[in-house]
């Protein structure tokens, strides 16, 4: 439960982010974006356990750039989308809000496969002391999709208070996320 708890933080912190920076959620797109979080958390650690010690060697040395890049380009872009929003000639379209976040499906996907890289070396870590990896993984899985139900629904929130900074806000939270995880594996043997 703990180690669900701590994996899904990422996710509840983008789901938050994401939440803010889109004019309006629908209940089904909430739920669609908790499934997919939840879904990967869930699904990572089971690949990680799988691939085991071999794969732990070739992907180590990098996760956290991969996790990093794709966080930041997503935040970076967030972000260009709040500052370009604020000049005077941007015109404001509805539909453009959609088209950005968890509102669209393939930024969904980087976000939660970005999102869930550590559960990878979590499954590894599973593999490696030779315990079972479904029950654990169905735990992540099912605390990851709470936590991210609860983060958009807490975004909502956010949302009214922070008004047209949203996306500058937002994607800068992404970026940090990129920037924590790249610091933990950079910083770690020190």
Not at 10 to 37: E, H, K, N, Q, W
Not at 85 to 108: F, Q, V, W, Y
Not at 118 to 139: C, K, N, Q, R, T
Not at 141 to 157: D, H, P, Y
């Amino acid at each position: 439960m703990l180690i669900g708890l701590a994996l899904s933080m990422d996710a509840f912190a983008v789901s938050v982010s994401a939440s803010i920076c889109t004019a309006s959620i629908p209940a089904v797109i909430g739920l669609r974006a908790a499934l997919f979080f939840g879904f990967f958390q869930f699904a990572m650690p089971v690949v990680g356990w799988y691939l085991g010690g071999a794969f732990r060697q070739l992907i180590q040395g990098f996760d956290h750039w991969i996790a990093f890049l794709l966080l930041a380009a997503v935040g970076g872009k967030m972000i260009y989308e709040g500052i370009r929003a604020r000049s005077p000639e941007a015109c404001p379209d509805p539909d453009e809000a959609k088209s950005h976040g968890i509102m669209k499906l393939n930024t969904l996907t980087i976000l939660a496969f970005a999102t869930s890289i550590d559960a990878l070396a979590v499954g590894l870590s599973y593999s490696m002391i030779g315990s079972p990896i479904y029950g654990p993984a169905a735990v992540i899985g099912v605390t990851t999709f709470l936590t991210c139900a609860l983060g958009i629904q807490f975004g909502r929130k956010l949302k009214t208070i922070l008004e047209e900074w949203a996306d500058i806000v937002g994607g800068t939270v992404l970026v940090l996320i990129g920037l924590k995880i790249l610091a933990e594996h950079l910083f770690k043997h020190i």
